[in-house]
């Protein structure tokens, strides 16, 4: 798999500079305690980071560079010998070098320099104690008394360049920007809270007084606006192009159609579209599955398309909308489309106790099979299609995202898979309707229409009530039913308010008693006394400050048992593809990333961990398939944790691949006999050589 390293830029460079502060403070702390073994530890520790990263990278100079100076080091700790002050300064020297080759790589460059080859040359005088130089800045030394006033200000300016570069980007946790989301989201309420006394007074005010609550008012109002402006403009601190994952996408997917010899057109175009970081890092896995699905599924061979009067060359388009706060994306072929009675006669086979209600389903009935666990129309397993992800991972991740997924097809013509998905997970627009005198969110990418209908239009039908909603008969239920509460008085009102859901293709409609307002909220996570009860999706909050439930519709709905699928809860457990998960353990953050990307693209489960104290820790909480980890790691490396995990029962059957920047036979012989299934060099990664040992040691 062929990863555009640009994606891992910023990356590299943030961790790169921290590699360096980190270095230079030691070589400060070393001066002092020139024999401190540790030191020197950390010190080869970091330069193997750097080393590894540069190689993933392919900043060649770099790599060679710290290669050479981590030998001078190496050699230090063999001969134990102290770290001179010569060799701090050389470590220094270097160091403010590879600072300003890492701000040329920020400023487009390609990470060579000029001074490549001599400070090969005096690192190497280094190794063998011959006099070398310590200091490779370019600068020259011409006098002050020979330069005008500007020059000696640009001489300034170049000084201070030394020591602060003028990046243009700065690193920032997601985290820290949801806790200023929130601070700010309390405010809001506060200002809210404030605006609504206000009003309250003002009518109640005499004329003197109204013209100063009137000025207040408009005051809080102004206040208020800038507040939600501030907020938009902290939100998109976290949202990222969606083109990052185009390409990548674009490049597998068509290495994977000439595997299979169709002749098939892609048609994924850049999209300047931003989208929050969380969703974008979770879209690969879902849009290679829909493609890989039309690859196999929907494009038919040559010979079919001549038959059926199609051009030769099949087409499969991946599209990229926004509307309002909410991204669209299409996956579309000009395949054969869904052949409904195929999916009838399937889940006939697979679910016979059902026989009544699948022979009588209709087609949005039907369609809801396909997301079902291990179902598939082909009774045939090929390279693409026996993956181990279906269209129910797809679904599941999907309402993970608060994403929504609507099929259109039409036989011997084409298929379109619509993702709805929120631009970012920090706000979403929802409708507030209450029941019976409780107020709830249902989030408006599931709403598919708002009525008031009089009751004498329901039509009864053996199991319940029902509309006509243009043509199609939906099913109605009473909201109270699902929160299992009592049944409430009769209302006297002819008239009800209708909430029109829709959710894979499929329609209900709820009574409520009264439709709120419409508004777009900062959604909370479900407090933990309630993070087990699956109806909620999270919590907003009112002016009040009381708690207002989001309804998990999806979930809503299967308690309504629309989507038959989900009743069958037992054949959908011994049915359930194996969806292996990895743990990827590396004190790069730059490879942590890359390796994800690599092996979630194969549609693993991939979690990471900094070192291996930290991987025994995720090891405690989770159970993994496999582990990939880096050998040289602070705290714990790669040895210890594989010894651990060898002498531990429940963990000493887990497949490990160790990672080497470099190959070196007593490396791998301690891997070996330490009972390591697998030794990569990093650099093979490109060569996909990560990924086939791990389908090796999976059997995938």
């Known amino acids: 798999m062929n990863l555009d390293k640009n994606l891992f830029k910023a990356d590299y460079i943030a961790e790169s500079r921290e590699i360096l502060d980190s270095l230079d403070d030691i070589a ?15 010190i080869l520790r970091l330069l193997h980071t750097l080393k590894g990263s540069s190689r993933m990278m392919e900043y060649v100079q770099i790599e060679k560079v710290v290669n050479h100076l981590e030998t001078v080091f190496k050699n230090i700790q063999s001969n134990q010998t102290e770290i001179s002050n010569r060799i701090i300064q050389l470590l220094m020297g270097v160091n403010a070098l590879i600072h300003k080759v890492i701000d040329s790589i920020e400023d487009g460059a390609d990470g060579t320099f000029e001074q490549y080859e001599e400070v090969l040359k005096n690192i190497d005088r280094a190794m063998e104690d011959e006099e070398f130089k310590t200091d490779f800045s370019s600068k020259t030394e011409d ?36 806790s200023i989301l929130q601070s700010l989201d309390k405010l809001i309420m506060r200002q809210i809270k404030l605006k609504n006394e206000i009003e309250f007074l003002k009518a109640k005010s005499d004329a003197s007084e109204f013209q100063s609550f009137q000025e207040l008012s408009e005051n809080i109002s102004v206040l208020e606006n800038q507040s939600v402006d501030i907020q938009k403009n902290i939100i998109a601190l976290r949202m990222l192009p969606f083109d990052m994952i185009l390409r990548p996408i674009k490049r597998s997917i068509v290495a994977e159609a000439l595997k299979t010899g169709k002749n098939i057109d892609f048609d994924i175009p850049q999209s300047d579209i931003t989208i929050d970081k969380f969703i974008l890092e979770k879209l690969p896995a879902i849009l290679i599955h829909l493609v890989r699905n039309s690859i196999d599924h929907g494009i038919e061979t040559t010979e079919e398309r001549v038959k059926l009067g199609k051009p030769e060359k099949g087409t499969i388009s991946v599209s990229v909308s926004q509307v309002s706060n909410r991204i669209f994306v ?36 039907l369609l809801q099979y396909i997301f079902a666990s291990g179902f598939s129309t082909k009774d045939t397993q090929t390279e693409l299609s026996g993956r181990g992800i279906g269209l129910d991972v797809v679904r599941t991740e999907m309402d ?12 011997n013509k084409e298929t379109n898979f619509e993702l709805s998905l ?47 909603l243009h043509n199609e008969l939906v099913p109605v239920f009473d909201f109270d039913i699902i929160n299992q509460k009592s049944k409430k008085q009769a209302n006297i009102k002819n008239e009800v308010s209708i909430v029109i859901l829709e959710y894979l293709n499929r329609k209900i409609a709820i009574i409520v008693d009264k439709i709120l307002h419409y508004g777009t909220v900062v959604i909370k996570p479900v407090p933990p006394l309630l993070k087990d009860f699956n109806a909620l999706q999270g919590v907003v909050f009112d002016e009040n400050y009381r708690i207002i439930p989001v309804l998990n519709i999806p979930d809503t709905i299967r308690r309504f048992k629309v989507v038959n699928v989900y009743d069958i809860k ?49 090891m405690k909480q989770f159970k993994f398939d496999l582990v990939v980890t880096d050998v040289k790691m602070p705290r714990m490396d790669g040895f210890v944790l594989l010894h ?47 990924t086939a040992k791990v389908k090796e040691l999976l059997h995938d």
């Open 422 to 468: 929120p631009a970012s997970l920090a706000t979403q627009d929802g409708l507030f309707v209450s029941v019976s005198d409780n107020s709830y969110l249902i989030l408006s990418h599931y709403i598919k229409e708002i009525l008031t209908i009089k009751k004498d239009d329901f039509l009864q039908l053996q199991h319940g009530p029902v509309i006509n």
């Open 330 to 365: 299409n996956v579309k072929d000009d395949g054969h489309g869904i052949d409904y009675e195929k999916i009838r006669e399937k889940a006939l086979r697979l679910f016979p106790e059902r026989e009544a209600e699948i022979l009588s389903a209709d087609e949005p009935e």
């Open 143 to 178: 006098s002050k008394s020979e330069k005008n006033e500007q020059k000696e200000e640009d001489e300034i300016d170049e000084e201070n360049s030394e020591f602060f570069h003028d990046s243009q980007t700065i690193k920032i946790q997601v985290s820290e920007i949801e």
């Open 644 to 690: 651990n995990m060898r002498h531990k029962d429940e963990l000493k059957n887990i497949p490990v691949i160790m990672v080497s920047s470099v190959f070196e036979s007593d490396t791998l012989d301690k891997a070996k006999n330490l009972g390591a299934q697998g030794y990569i060099v990093k650099s093979d990664f490109e060569r996909e050589s990560l």
């Open 400 to 411: 993970k995202l608060k994403g929504k997924i609507t099929v259109y097809s039409e036989l």
């Open 28 to 42: 400060i702390e070393a001066t002092k305690e020139k024999r401190n073994s540790d030191y020197l530890n950390e």
């Open 570 to 618: 037992n054949l959908e457990v011994r049915k359930r593809p194996k969806i292996h998960s990895v743990l990827v353990v590396d004190d790069s953050h730059t490879t942590r990333h890359i390796e994800q990307i690599i092996l979630e693209a194969e549609n693993y489960n991939v979690s990471t961990a900094v070192d291996g104290i930290d991987a025994l820790e995720k």
